[in-house]
Nanobody, 115 residues
């Protein structure tokens, strides 16, 4: 089993920045990649960014150039740095870890961006 705990969400104004954290514990050796997803009210959950165990990253077009996903292996933590936040970034952000046969999810952290 893998446990994921997100933190760092909050209420910010448009143009500001936030750094989300996802701390992983448990059988983390099973994880091959990690990702951030988000889900806005009334919308489907969407992929925001991914990072592989080798450090390769990928971003949704909606956040590309404004966000950065990175990891601290010593802390078993993955981060999502989001800059120039927009009201449309408002959502619950979820951490996701890819295991050999199962995807693990955290409970999410709320990000609200006011205009």
């Amino acid at each position: 089993q893998v446990q994921l705990v997100e933190s760092g969400g909050g209420l910010v104004q448009a143009g500001e920045s936030l750094r989300l954290s996802c701390a992983a514990s448990g059988s983390i050796f099973r994880i091959s990649a990690m990702a951030w997803y988000r889900q806005a009210p009334g919308k489907q959950r969407e992929l925001v960014a991914t990072i592989t165990s080798g450090g390769s990253t990928n971003y949704a077009d909606s956040v590309k150039g404004r966000s950065s996903i990175f990891r601290d292996n010593a802390k078993n933590t993955v981060y999502l740095q989001m800059n120039s936040l927009k009201p449309e970034d408002t959502a619950v952000y979820y951490c996701n870890a890819k295991g050999p046969t199962y995807y693990y999810w955290g409970r999410g952290t709320q990000v609200t961006v006011s205009s």
